[in-house]
């Protein structure tokens, strides 16, 4: 046998050997020792290390702008998400559960004195309110039916007419046909009238709702609210709501994603964020970073710790760890330095 081959044979022992240390290294109980032991060294490294140094804005960007908004999302998800939903929506657990138990009393009543400060933007938002068309529509009908309900009901009215009160115990209409040019006429300067004071009655509207009603009366309003609610089941909550109204929301909300990840609104807004984060920690030592979001190496072991046996026992069991450590390896005991160092020992 040549000194090649004898070369060739000593460096096969020599993978062989060294699979076998390596899958024996992969046992769960090791590795988490060793990740343990190492966790320690590497964190106490990276203390001292900058951000910058393994990633910058740039290629963050990058990832962002490839794998969210250029790369085609499976249908799957959308599909996925609405029967997980439907799933969710339709167990007894959740039609069980009060929205008590998801939010309580103290929190909401923070969430609502937050929300009460926002004076200006409360102003705001009740001024546009009151000047959608619809708005108009609902005080122009309101107005319109309390002036003639009590018109046509007052007493003070059914005196000037005699015969109208038995009339209107059979109906307006009939009132109306007996005296079509009165109630004809009566209508139509309620309308013109209402018509002509409608800037005015939205104005009124919006000084009332801005000056009269005061923090007290709105906190009042949501601790009432509040009140009816508590104890009511999400299940009550979602009442006419069936599987089909949950699918059709979740794929009206893939379709949206799907134009809005692509709109300029998207980008400025990932990557003012990102250059935001790289400001504030990409010259600094990434202990601050760290320490920031609590990563610590007892908090990092809880996860190898949860996730590491079994995923490690399916791919030794499946053969799959062994054949990528020997993929592995095999480059450098068949690499003509490994080669000629086994030579030069024999």
């Not at 060739?8 to 899958?23: F, G």
């Not at 203390?47 to 962002?64: E, G, P, R, S």
């Not at 102003?123 to 529509?137: A, C, T």
Request: glycine share 4%; hydrophobic share 40%; proline share 2%.
């Amino acid at each position: 046998m040549t000194e090649e081959n004898n070369g060739h044979k000593l460096a096969d022992q020599l993978l062989a050997l060294h699979i076998q240390h390596e899958l024996a290294e992969f046992n769960p109980d090791k590795l988490i020792v060793w990740a343990r032991n190492e966790s320690e060294v590497l964190f106490e490294w990276l203390q001292t290390t900058q951000l910058n140094q393994f990633v910058t804005a740039k290629h963050i960007k990058t990832v962002i702008k490839t794998h969210v908004v250029e790369d085609e999302i499976p249908g799957a998800i959308a599909e996925i998400a609405g029967e997980a939903a439907t799933r969710l929506f339709n167990s007894t657990k959740h039609k069980k559960t009060t929205l008590t138990n998801i939010i309580s009393r103290n929190e909401y009543d923070r969430f609502v004195d937050k929300l009460i400060e926002l004076k200006e933007q409360r102003q705001r938002g009740l001024d546009r309110v009151i000047d959608l068309p619809l708005y108009g529509d609902l005080i122009s009908g309101i107005v319109y039916q309390a002036i003639t309900r009590y018109i046509y009901e007052s007493n003070v009215f059914s005196k000037k007419v005699p015969g109208i009160s038995s009339m209107l115990k059979i109906s307006k209409n009939v009132f109306n046909k007996a005296v079509p040019k009165l109630g004809s006429g009566i209508e139509e300067s309620i309308k013109s009238y209402i018509t002509d004071s409608l800037e005015l009655i939205l104005e009124e509207s919006k000084l009332f709702l801005n000056e009269s009603v005061t923090d007290e009366q709105l906190k009042a309003s949501a601790m009432d609210l509040w009140d009816m609610l508590e104890n009511k089941t999400l299940g009550e909550f979602q009442e006419g709501m069936d599987s089909l109204d949950l699918s059709e929301f979740v794929a009206l909300g893939y379709e949206f994603w799907q134009q809005f990840r692509k709109s300029g609104y998207f980008k400025d807004a990932y990557e003012t964020i990102v250059d935001y984060f790289f400001k504030k920690y990409g010259s600094n030592e990434l202990g601050i970073l760290l320490e920031d979001f609590m990563i610590t190496p007892e908090r990092t072991m809880k996860v190898v710790e949860l996730f590491a046996p079994l995923a490690l026992n399916t791919l030794n069991e499946s053969g799959q760890l062994e054949g990528l450590i020997k993929r592995r390896l095999t480059a450098f005991y068949n690499s003509k330095a490994a080669l000629t160092c086994i030579n030069d020992f024999e």
